[in-house]
C-alpha cells in the first residue's frame, strides 16, 4: 500500500519505521540483542478512551452505552482488525522469552478483517443500544485496509491470535459498563 510521505498522518507512519531503524542501529553501535514487535489494533479492558484519543472501539462503545449516534467516517467500508488484548500481550512475553525471536520483527495482530460499519452494527447489538449511525466525512490519508501478515509469528513464537472479536467486544463493553463510563 502506497502511502502519503507529507500527509497530516505521515509523522505517525514515519516515526514507527523511524522507530524500528533506531533500534537496529543501537543494537548495531552497542552489541545488544534487539527484538521488534509490530502491533496492530488492540482492545480490551482498560483501553484509553475519551475524546483525545479517538480510536474507534472505545468511542463506538462510549456512544453506544449513552445512546449517542455512532459516528462511522466514510461509508464505513474501510476494515481493520482488531487483536484482544490478552492475546496480543501473550504474543509479546512469547517474543521476549524466546531466543529464535533475536533481531527479528514480527507481526502480532488479527487477520480477521471487519468493515468499520460492521464493527458499529455488532457494537449496537452487543450494548442493546437504541444509538443509531451517522456518517461522516473520512479523515485525510485514512487506510482502506490494514491487515498483518503473521506466518512469522505462527513459525517463531506458534503464536496466533484465539479471541474472536465478539467475545473481546463483550469483556471491552463489561468493563466500560463497571467503571461507569456510560
Ligand atoms: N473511525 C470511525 N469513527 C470513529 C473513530 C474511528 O469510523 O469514531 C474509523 C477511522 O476512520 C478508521 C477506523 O475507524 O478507518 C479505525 O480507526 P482507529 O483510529 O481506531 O485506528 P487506525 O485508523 O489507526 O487503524
Redesign the pocket.
Known amino acids: 500500500m502506497s502511502r502519503n510521505p507529507v500527509g497530516p498522518r505521515s509523522c505517525y507512519d514515519e516515526s514507527k519505521r523511524a522507530g524500528e531503524a533506531i533500534i537496529k542501529a543501537y543494537e548495531l553501535q552497542h552489541d545488544l540483542n534487539t527484538k521488534i514487535v509490530r502491533i496492530f489494533?488492540t482492545s480490551g479492558p482498560r483501553i484509553r478512551h475519551g475524546p483525545e484519543f479517538?480510536?474507534?472501539?472505545p468511542?463506538?462503545i462510549y456512544q453506544a452505552l449513552n445512546n449517542e449516534d455512532l459516528?462511522?467516517?466514510?461509508d464505513?467500508s474501510?476494515t481493520?482488525s482488531f487483536t484482544y488484548v490478552v492475546d496480543e500481550i501473550e504474543g509479546i512475553l512469547k517474543i521476549v522469552g524466546r531466543k529464535e525471536t533475536l533481531g527479528e520483527v514480527i507481526n502480532l495482530g488479527n487477520n480477521q478483517e471487519f468493515t468499520?460499519l460492521e464493527l458499529a452494527k455488532l457494537i449496537i447489538e452487543l450494548t442493546n443500544s437504541e444509538s443509531k449511525i451517522t456518517f461522516?466525512p473520512?479523515?485525510i490519508d485514512?487506510?482502506a485496509r490494514?491487515c498483518p501478515v503473521l506466518e512469522k509469528a505462527k513459525k517463531l513464537i506458534n503464536w496466533e491470535p484465539t479471541t474472536p472479536l465478539k467475545e473481546g467486544l463483550r469483556k471491552t463493553i463489561a468493563w466500560f459498563k463497571d467503571n461507569d463510563f456510560e
Not at 71 to 74: P, W
Request: glycine share 14%.
Open positions: 489494533n479517538g480510536r474507534v472501539i468511542n463506538f459516528t462511522v467516517f466514510g464505513g474501510q481493520r468499520i461522516l473520512l479523515p485514512d487506510p490494514r
